[in-house]
């Protein structure tokens, strides 16, 4: 098949990108408020502009937030005004379905939309405020208090938000955009023949064209693996980074009680190989997960060796960004990391049992007799665990591209990460330095929240736009149906 946009990846960023491609347009909403007086004013210019065709350097000069991406600060602060401070402030924006600017495109993704919601731990609380990871014109307030008898948090379960997301693609339409269940094996440029842009010929001495070639396989309910080709002028990379673990690369890391993600610790749990008899988990990594690790074993009262490589006070540290008032237990797991510093010494427990602490430690290797070598700068320690979780992030998984997209990177000699070495694109398009017609937003340009990743959506959307209308071709597709593409040919 063939179509204007291919979508990888069907988490909260590719359906966000789906809903603006499908004629969802946001305005200033009539009698709009906002706690930013400048920015309201320059909207208030063009009220009746959607903001696809506004400027958005413009719109964002002098906003700031808590993403380096500047048009992600602008969408959040008109869909959450002051959303950094849990108020519930109006959007400052309407949303008209206007089909007639729909652009053909497809998203694809390895299970159903929601992505990496669907694989992460069903009971525990987002880290991030329910209203934080809803979609434009869905409030997920609303649809959690309809689920729920008693909203006593404004958090939601991972559960919860993956269910959400997939309620959000069938109640807007888009269904017909998503196919499931497919994995990409190759994204290279279409070779250009007799036929045009978009037709694929593999003779020799054809030159490529501006169109991508799409392929890889889609599994059938009965397990079947159905090889497919899509040719798209634009291809837009929104594969988040949950796809492969982090590792320490040390001695005896593959050692069968070395976990990788929670959901083995999990397991462990399950199996009774961790209880609050058994030696202590040892813990590696000072992010978000590993702290949901610390309280998992910490409710089992199993005993915790936690190991990390910052100091408590170093300011990247994800638990000197956040509120105290909005997540108690995350500032719980923080308050036991900096007070064990001082007793590491001597092994004494201090204030919360069973729990030790090494700040400014790494592992230096894992023995087959259950031993963990630490290292700090008081030298080297050796620890007896039970079992070891190393929770240091994840990569993404871009081996569908040449060199893993290793050239797409700020810089290309390193792996692409969210937060060492993103995709390299211009601020205001999401359009990638290196490839024209590839496009890269969430986690692999940096936005690693739901609240953030809204904004490369605009972009991208804003950025089809606007060279659609350059070309004069907006749109042969006013049939009134949203702009899909057939379905995967295979």
Not at 249 to 271: K, Q, T
Request: glycine fraction near 10%.
């Amino acid at each position: 098949s063939s179509c204007s946009v291919c979508v990888l990846g069907n988490g909260p960023s590719g359906i966000c990108l789906s809903y603006l491609l499908s004629g969802y347009t946001p305005y200033l909403a009539p009698g709009a408020t906002h706690p930013n007086p400048l920015l309201l004013r320059k909207l208030e210019e063009r009220p009746d502009v959607s903001l696809l065709e506004q400027d958005l350097e413009y719109l964002s000069e002098g906003l700031e937030g808590r993403s380096s991406n500047p048009v992600a600060v602008l969408f959040d602060t008109l869909l959450l005004p002051d959303g950094d401070f849990g108020r519930d402030y109006a959007s400052s924006l309407q949303w008209r379905r206007e089909r007639e600017r729909s652009v053909p495109h497809l998203v694809l993704g390895k299970g159903p939309p929601g992505g990496a919601w669907h694989a992460m731990e069903g009971s525990m609380l987002t880290v991030s405020l329910a209203n934080w990871m809803e979609l434009p014109g869905l409030k997920l307030k609303d649809w959690v208090r309809d689920k729920r008898r008693n909203l006593r948090i404004d958090r939601a379960t991972p559960a919860e938000i993956a269910s959400y997301y997939q309620h959000f693609v069938s109640e807007t339409g888009l269904q017909s955009n998503f196919v499931s269940h497919t994995v990409v094996t190759s994204v290279r440029r279409a070779l250009r023949s007799e036929g045009g842009c978009g037709s694929v010929d593999q003779e020799h001495g054809e030159r490529p064209g501006t169109a991508w070639e799409v392929r890889g396989y889609q599994r059938s309910s009965g397990g079947l693996e159905l090889p497919f080709a899509v040719s798209a002028e634009n291809v837009v990379l929104a594969t988040g980074t949950h796809d492969e673990p982090a590792r320490l690369g040390v001695e005896g890391e593959d050692l069968p009680f070395i976990c990788h993600s929670f959901w083995e610790f999990e397991a462990a749990i399950a199996r009774g190989q961790v209880d609050q008899h058994s030696d202590p988990v040892l813990i590696v990594g000072a992010g978000l997960t590993a702290a949901d690790g610390v309280l998992t074993a910490h409710h089992l009262n199993t005993p915790v060796y936690h190991a990390f490589r910052r100091a408590v006070t170093d300011p990247a540290l994800i638990f000197n960004q956040l509120p105290k008032v909005l997540y108690p237990e995350y500032h719980k797991v923080h308050q036991m990391m900096q007070q064990q510093q001082q007793e590491v010494g001597g092994g004494f427990m201090g204030s919360y049992p069973g729990y030790v602490s090494y700040p400014k430690h790494r592992v230096v290797a894992f023995k087959p007799d259950h031993k963990c070598v630490l290292e700090g700068a008081g030298g080297r320690l050796v620890l007896k665990i039970s079992i070891a979780l190393v929770l240091i992030g994840a990569h993404p998984n871009l081996s569908f591209l040449q060199d893993s997209g290793r050239y797409l990177g700020i810089d290309p000699q390193q792996p692409i990460s969210c937060r060492g070495n993103p995709v390299d694109v211009h601020p205001f398009t999401y359009e990638s330095l290196q490839e024209p017609g590839l496009f890269a937003m969430g986690p692999l340009v940096g936005d690693n929240f739901v609240r953030f990743l809204k904004g490369g959506a605009l972009s991208i959307a804003s950025a089809l736009s606007k060279r659609r209308s350059k070309e004069g071709v907006l749109s042969e597709n006013s049939s009134g149906e949203a702009g899909s593409c057939s379905s995967l040919d295979t």
